[in-house]
DNA sequence: GCTTGAAATGAACACTTGTTCAGATACTGT
DNA sequence: ACAGTATCTGAACAAGTGTTCATTTCAAGC
């Protein structure tokens, strides 16, 4: 046997990674054989060396798509113009599409380690690209003195760990619609970040 | 070769269990290998069967103590009478205890799934009576009408996230000090939490 | 000082790892 | 119908895997 009938590089590429995705995030990149990989997508594993240079690029590869879907994914929401809404709208925004791909959310956090220096520092870059659009919500809103924020950068990351908490417990099937888990998290958020309604109406007077 | 001078079972034990904390916090477990933890310890792969039946159960054991250093710790945490004070109390405890083991967190949050399942069944009843600790402060400040909470199991998991997220960023020689963190954290937290002051008003008139 | 047992070696086991490649097969364009 | 190329196999490679064990060495108790 050698190509087998009906197979195509338009077919078997995209399987490749969808069963590297799946793999990589249910038992972590180390764990995951080539050989494992190549049987999920009824192939040899020689095969998957015509889809990826090595297994190092194959995980980079996924990260990096996954980092550009967030940035396009943030990018298309459209921003209202009250920062109050505006942060609601990313919480909304975040929950629900990394609950869409919880796999390679997954593995952005935990497979970091596996990458070389320079490979690294790419997905460092977007993550922080995508965290520096949170603060700049927190800082209009603070200019604005809708928020009290103690400190910008700091409030970031905590909103998006509590945020990226979400895909730790929640099950689709569970007692909570992904809907209220959105509305919970982001009112949470809300009170956590704007400003006490006495000291605001102290500041205006003032 | 064979028994080395000075050797000792009390010495070697504990660097071997210490070695592999940090070599699995680094790597992820599956991408440690016993002789490179012996290397680390000083002393031959095969040594290491005289402290750990197999790479798993030394896993587990890791955890395990971890999860036991957590609940003893928390229960030395004297408690305020106030709900309020009691979730800052537990938010700067939390932030404190998982920095100085940053390790060993990593690992119970990463590598759960390296274990078996009554292993991990073990590990997870333990980390749901902490996060019962969490819960009942909640549920008591939400009698109280000192909070005002949606969903307390929903907020003991998103509050938990939060502080957590700590370790994901925080370095000791950075900007902010731990007892600042603490403290914005633990604020933060608060003011998620707490019951506006006019709503506390009218229930308290009503 | 000698025996006893704990502590460690180092070689061996059977298997898995990522990766390469010559050869075989099926599809595509002419 | 045929040539050419894209796709895949299957075997091979060297290195590494967790684990076992006969053997050796050190340290303590009598």
């Known amino acids: 046997m050698a190509r087998k009938t009906g197979s195509h590089s338009d077919i ?29 997508v009824g192939v040899q594993a020689g095969a998957l060396y015509l889809y990826t240079p ?7 590869d996924l990260l990096c798509e996954h980092m550009r ?5 943030l990018a298309e929401v459209e921003m209202p113009s009250s920062p109050v809404a505006q942060l609601e709208a990313f919480a909304r ?10 796999d390679a959310v997954f ?29 700049r919500i927190l800082i209009t809103g603070q200019e604005a003195h809708e928020f009290d924020v103690d400190d910008t950068k700091l409030t970031t990351m905590a909103i998006i760990s509590m945020l990226n908490g979400v895909l730790t417990w929640y099950r689709p ?11 919970i998290y982001s009112d949470m958020v ?5 400003m006490a309604r006495a000291k605001r109406a102290a500041l205006v007077a003032g």
Chains 1, 2 share one sequence.
């Open 69 to 73: 879907a967030v940035l396009d994914g």
């Open 107 to 135: 593995i952005s956090y935990m497979e970091l380690s596996n990458l070389d220096a320079a490979n690294f520092a790419r997905l460092d870059a977007m993550r922080r690209d995508y965290e520096s659009a949170l603060e």
């Open 12 to 40: 078997t590429g995209p399987k490749v990674r969808e069963a590297a995705l799946r793999l990589f995030a249910e038992h972590g990149f180390a764990a995951v054989s080539m050989r494992q990989i190549a049987k999920d």
């Open 93 to 102: 925004f975040h929950i629900r599409f990394h609950m869409e791909r919880r």
């Open 173 to 183: 099937d569970g007692r909570l619609s992904l809907d209220r888990v959105e509305t």
């Open 54 to 60: 090595d297994k190092q690029t194959l995980l980079f």
């Open 190 to 194: 809300g009170k956590a970040v704007r």
